[in-house]
């Protein structure tokens, strides 16, 4: 047995068992890999004789899949899950799952850091939280070395509406797929998974609804019927019915997973700044208040839980407040509905008495 230093820096255990060889690249220190060595010998020791051991290690890719078979595809974010288990597996590939430390999350981290922003890197660090954390239950893990992983700092996202001027430069730089997708956002405030897994079965064009699916809502705990005007019935109308799925892609042979990238497009080509698809939906609880819309039905519309959560799309603008304080007046001045008091009597000092004496 022997511990080296690779030409990388890093260190290396191997060892022969039973005419095998184990190799295993480790990390930058030589007691970690010396300890990783005595784990892994006693392991092979306890399979051979027979001794149940707590802790059976099985390569990170294996343990990926199961975690998506069992937990990851039952959940409404099962796409971003099965994004996020994908790169976590090509970066761990070869890995058992004991050789997946702290160091070489940090290390995936910093490489990762170069392609994408922090925020994605956190939910796929969620993402691997969770693995551990179920590995732990299946006696894959004896700890989740993610807990003492530091998370980038994520600023709260600022809300921004597409402006009425925006609007018809997007769509005339928008793809026809693209261009219906951003029409059934605006005028049904849907989420994007909510239409990118639409199916033909869910839209019912006569009666002008749209029946979303328990399973494809937020949370997945009751369907939603969303109404639909004629501008969404019309870009429904473009779409072709190629598949049970609007918007099914060959590639995957499921429906299209994302269009932040055609999207991102069209606002470049736009010349449109700052806008991410979410706020298509937030344009769409923006332009019902400002039409005047009371706020109960808008949370129906969006499908919101908590009322909370709709007040964050009704903004008021300076004009806004101004007309509203107009409407006030609209069947005459306050002021000139009040009828007039009389005016008072001035205030009359009282006569001064005198005494007399008289001698």
């Known amino acids: 047995m022997n511990v080296r230093k690779t030409d990388s820096g890093k260190w290396a255990y191997d060892f022969w068992f039973d005419g095998k060889r184990y190799i295993r690249v480790v990390d930058n220190s030589k007691e970690q890999a010396e300890g990783a060595m005595a784990v892994h010998r006693k392991r092979l020791l ?11 290690d099985i390569p990170f890719a294996d343990l990926a899949e199961k975690y998506y078979k069992l937990e990851a595809s039952t959940k409404r974010s099962w796409s971003r899950a099965r994004l996020s288990l994908d790169h976590l597996k090509r970066a761990f590939k070869g890995r058992l799952v004991s050789e997946i430390t702290e160091l070489r999350i940090d290390e995936y981290k910093d490489k990762r850091f170069e392609k994408v922003d922090g925020p994605t890197i956190n ?9 551990f954390t179920k590995a732990i239950g299946w006696g894959h893990a004896a700890t989740n070395p993610v807990r003492g992983i530091k998370r980038y700092a994520e600023n709260d996202p600022v809300n921004r509406p597409l402006t009425r001027e925006e609007e018809p430069r997007l769509l005339a730089a928008a793809s026809k797929r693209l261009r219906a997708i951003i029409l059934i956002a605006l005028n049904t405030g849907m989420r ?5 897994s639409l199916r033909w079965k869910n839209i019912n064009l006569p009666e002008g609804q749209i029946e979303l699916e328990a399973r494809n809502t937020k949370g997945g705990k009751k369907k939603r019927l969303i109404p639909l005007n004629t501008v969404a019935v019309d870009a429904l109308r473009t779409i072709p019915h190629a598949h049970d799925l609007l918007f099914y892609s060959p590639r995957t042979k499921t429906h299209v ?25 937030h344009t769409f609880g923006t332009r019902l208040v400002e039409q005047g819309v ?22 008021s603008s300076e004009d806004n407040q101004r007309r509203a304080v107009a409407k006030l007046t609209e069947n005459g001045a306050i002021s000139e509905r009040i009828p007039e008091r009389p005016s008072p009597a001035p205030e009359q000092k009282p006569c001064a008495t005198y005494s007399y004496m008289y001698n």
């Open 46 to 56: 306890d399979r051979k004789h027979g001794l149940a051991s707590p802790i059976t």
């Open 123 to 131: 939910r796929e660090l969620g993402t691997l939280s969770h693995v």
């Open 192 to 196: 994007r998974n909510e239409i990118l």
């Open 257 to 281: 997973r994302d269009v932040k990238t055609a999207f991102h497009a069209a606002c470049e080509k736009a010349e449109i700044h700052g806008l991410r698809f979410h706020d298509l939906r």
């Open 294 to 315: 009371d706020i109960v039905t808008v949370q129906k519309l969006m499908g919101h839980s908590r009322i909370e959560m709709t007040m964050r799309y009704a903004h």
